[in-house]
């Protein structure tokens, strides 16, 4: 939702604290699929490797959000921190519930969240795959790539 209007000057196109707040759920999700994680230890790394690997972008990604919607370098900062911090809430909120469960659920909802971001990259994905004429069919090997690097590393995990 980038918009040519800054925050201050536009009424309707307001998209620095919004971007905020759902990329803080989607920090508290990710949290809890990692605490839940630490109860299935040989999951832990590979769930840790993809937090790390697409928080650095989405990091990224924030912050350019919220510096185009004129913020201050101080409240960029600030909000970045808060939303660092939701990881280790979803965490813990996610590794203390998980503790509670029956270990069958524990696997029913490590599959669940683990399907839920694949449906949600891959809608987000495929559609900008086809934007491009020139670029498709290459971007559909990187998507495919990616899958295939995704199905060996399970391979590893299997016991």
């Known amino acids: 939702m980038i918009h040519p209007c800054r ?6 196109h307001h998209i620095g604290f ?5 990329f803080s759920l989607h920090n508290v999700v990710d949290g809890i699929a990692l605490g839940t994680s630490f109860l299935v230890p040989h999951l832990t790394a590979v769930v840790f490797v993809a937090l790390i ?21 101080k409240k960029i900062l600030l909000l970045l921190t808060i ?9 813990l909120a996610g590794y203390f519930t998980a503790l509670k469960w029956d270990p069958y ?10 399907g839920t971001f ?12 086809h934007k491009l004429h020139e670029t498709k069919y290459r971007n559909l090997g990187y998507l495919i790539l990616g899958l295939a690097i995704i199905g060996a590393l399970s391979l590893l995990v299997k016991h």
């Open 118 to 129: 694949i449906h949600i990259a891959t809608c987000d994905l495929l559609p900008e795959i």
């Open 83 to 91: 939303f660092a911090l939701m990881v280790p809430v979803g965490a």
């Open 7 to 12: 925050e201050e000057t536009c009424e309707f």
């Open 53 to 73: 690997a697409h928080h650095i972008p989405t990091s990224f990604c924030l912050a350019s959000i919220l510096k185009a919607g004129a913020h201050t370098p």
């Open 105 to 114: 659920f524990i696997g029913w909802a490590i599959a669940f969240s683990a």
């Open 18 to 22: 919004p971007a905020f707040l759902g």
